[in-house]
């Protein structure tokens, strides 16, 4: 099967990616089952569906007519049966590997041979995923980020026994409904940018608890520094700017110095253990209570949709 053979994809989840992976799917034009394990879930799932769709269409991202062309092709239930009319599939439900092991062998064994499956995780291996499936080479992990309607990132990664045309045919799909794939060759955990992203997380911790900046601090000169060049500014092109001669010099000088730990921060262990959870408890790095989380969410997603209509443009 190639990618123009995708037709009709089925996103299993209606929690918080599944909603926004099928408003990608539609808008694209295509055929879309959003399915869920209950009446209930279902419903929440819609509603996800229609308030991402509303955003986009109240911020002039997408027309009237786009909208509303884009609800006509989705389809909701909860009947996991639907997955037999389907080219692609994109599990997106409750990140534990025997439930997701599990659910890779009931959609085995009602879906065709033909029919792709992916898994949207954040972390798991897609090798370890498909690991009781028949046929794993047609498995595949599809990170999409987080808002998924949103974000343009969908990470592609090649499990150990997944096919090349698997990975090439899931990768052209995603071009095909204007996300920005990037494929990773091999299965490790936290595919690519998730172990960028947690380094950053190391590092940025490491210094509040060094006492060497406030969490305030470490987030403005992401935010105000490297953060902001970064759509257009990648790392590796910035050593190729300064010179890799340069770029070799100050990793000699700082490396030494950063955080190296294999372990989890004790500061973050400390928090955990205190019942500081974040902004679901009112208290984390911040204390939310004189914060708004939802207003935080608001200016995230009021960039991001600025910077989704420049890829429409």
Same mark, same amino acid.
């Given at each position: 099967?190639?990618?123009?053979?995708?037709?009709?994809?089925?996103?299993?989840?209606?929690?918080?990616?599944?909603?926004?992976?099928?408003?990608?799917?539609?808008?694209?034009?295509?055929?879309?089952?959003?399915?869920?394990?209950?009446?209930?879930?279902?419903?929440?799932?819609?509603?996800?569906?229609?308030?991402?769709?509303?955003?986009?269409?109240? +911020?002039?991202?997408?027309?009237?007519?786009?909208?509303?062309?884009?609800?006509?092709?989705?389809?909701?239930?909860?009947?996991?049966?639907?997955?037999?009319?389907?080219?692609?599939?994109?599990?997106?439900?409750?990140? +534990?590997?025997?439930?997701?092991?599990?659910?890779?062998?009931?959609?085995?064994?009602?879906?065709?041979?033909?029919?792709?499956?992916?898994?949207?995780?954040?972390?798991?291996?897609?090798?370890?995923?498909?690991?009781?499936?028949?046929?794993?080479?047609?498995?595949?992990?599809?990170?999409?980020?987080?808002?998924?309607?949103?974000?343009?990132?969908?990470?592609?990664?090649?499990?150990?026994?997944?096919?090349?045309?698997?990975?090439?045919?899931?990768?052209?799909?995603?071009?095909?409904?204007?996300?920005?794939?990037?494929?990773?060759?091999?299965?490790?955990?936290?595919?690519?940018?998730?172990?960028?992203?947690?380094?950053?997380?190391?590092?940025?911790?490491?210094?509040?608890?060094?006492?060497?900046?406030?969490?305030?601090?470490?987030?403005?000169?992401?935010?105000?520094?490297?953060?902001?060049?970064?759509?257009?500014?990648?790392?590796?092109?910035?050593?190729?700017?300064?010179?890799?001669?340069?770029?070799?010099?100050?990793?000699?000088?700082?490396?030494?110095?950063?955080?190296?730990?294999?372990?989890?921060?004790?500061?973050?262990?400390?928090?955990?253990?205190?019942? +500081?959870?974040?902004?679901?408890?009112?208290?984390?790095?911040?204390?939310?209570?004189?914060?708004?989380?939802?207003?935080?969410?608001?200016?995230?997603?009021?960039?991001?949709?600025?910077?989704?209509?420049?890829?429409?443009?």
């Amino acid at each position: 099967m190639t990618t123009d053979a995708i037709e009709q994809v089925a996103v299993l989840g209606t929690g918080q990616m599944g909603p926004g992976i099928a408003v990608a799917t539609t808008l694209a034009g295509v055929k879309t089952q959003l399915i869920g394990r209950s009446a209930d879930s279902v419903a929440r799932g819609v509603a996800g569906y229609e308030a991402a769709l509303a955003f986009l269409a109240e +911020h002039e991202a997408v027309t009237t007519d786009e909208a509303a062309a884009a609800r006509s092709r989705l389809i909701a239930g909860a009947d996991l049966r639907a997955v037999g009319e389907v080219d692609l599939i994109v599990e997106s439900i409750v990140e +534990h590997l025997p439930t997701k092991q599990e659910m890779m062998v009931t959609l085995e064994g009602l879906c065709g041979v033909q029919t792709f499956i992916s898994s949207n995780t954040s972390g798991l291996r897609i090798t370890d995923i498909a690991a009781q499936m028949t046929h794993p080479e047609r498995a595949v992990t599809t990170h999409f980020w987080n808002p998924a309607h949103l974000m343009p990132l969908v990470e592609v990664i090649q499990g150990e026994r997944t096919a090349d045309a698997t990975v090439d045919s899931v990768y052209a799909f995603c071009r095909r409904i204007g996300k920005e794939p990037v494929v990773g060759r091999k299965d490790l955990p936290g595919q690519v940018c998730n172990r960028l992203f947690q380094a950053v997380i190391r590092e940025a911790i490491d210094l509040v608890e060094q006492g060497i900046a406030s969490p305030e601090g470490v987030e403005t000169a992401i935010k105000a520094g490297m953060g902001l060049r970064f759509p257009v500014w990648g790392p590796l092109e910035h050593l190729d700017a300064v010179g890799l001669d340069l770029g070799l010099k100050v990793q000699a000088t700082v490396l030494p110095s950063l955080c190296r730990s294999a372990e989890p921060a004790r500061l973050l262990n400390d928090l955990v253990a205190e019942g +500081h959870l974040g902004a679901k408890t009112g208290r984390g790095f911040y204390d939310w209570a004189t914060r708004s989380m939802d207003e935080l969410k608001q200016t995230r997603d009021l960039f991001l949709v600025e910077r989704f209509k420049a890829r429409r443009a």
